[in-house]
């Protein structure tokens, strides 16, 4: 362990439990491997932090509230970002997520509201719920990874957002993961992907194009709701179950069905408010693609 300031910094092993300095740049010391819960919430004069290559795990909490952050180093030798990690943090920009990343938690840099860009590195295999909401002018987001999941409310407020490719592998787009990316106008879905959770993309207003995949399965509630500049939308075959008010509030969007219309009221798993009750759709059905 470097030789540090026993009383700017509590250290217990290789764990750092708590900062107690009141620096604008801070340097973790060599040798700690875990920033611990709270360690530096609240520090209100923080503006930069380095973290040595020994640490690999940011703790809960360990950064949250740093409302004048405005730079991280985090480096390579980090394995996970742990929930509400930078939570709050509202200066915090130009954040590079290591190469070794493996798991970010929920809530990590909910209301990050400087960030504009992160790019996740393929070691990454799970993303917590609501990691990045609020993130109010994120604007570009780099999917190069292995995750399976795109969990609830990862990007729900980002209204920056304009574009976004889910990554080869995701099966499950989670509720309300995009809800209100009111700037998102296009998103590139995987084959292999079964289901669109409950308000997945509710409100993206911008969005004008999204082509399903033959492997989705399932379309929750609300789905699309408030989708405004969708104008249409193909539902492959494959597709089984439908929630309610999926479609509601989309303007003049024509939905192409490419099953055939049953003889009486709609396919078994399709809910009969489907449509949210909206008179302006055309739905056409026996539609090839």
Known sequence: MQEYDKYEFEIQGTALTRYNGN?????????????????????????????????????????????????????????????????GCALLDGVILPESLAELGRWAFTGCKSLTKIDFPASLKKLGFSAFSNCENLKSVTTDCNIAIIDDDVFSGCSSLEEICIPDGVTSVGKWAFKGCASLSRISLPQGLLSLGDGAFKDCAALNEIVLPRSVHSIGEWTFSGCTALESIFLPASVSTVGMCAFSGCGDLAVNCEVKKPLFGLPKKWNKSWLGGSSSLKVFWGVKN
């Open 23 to 87: 620096k604008p740049q801070v340097t973790v010391p060599q040798g700690v491997t875990q920033i611990g819960y709270n360690a530096f919430s609240g520090c209100s004069g923080l503006a930069e932090v380095i973290i040595p290559d020994s640490v690999t795990q940011i703790g809960y909490s360990a950064f949250k509230g740093c409302s004048a952050l405005e730079k991280v180093i985090i480096p390579n030798s980090v394995k996970a970002i742990c929930d509400d990690a930078f939570r």
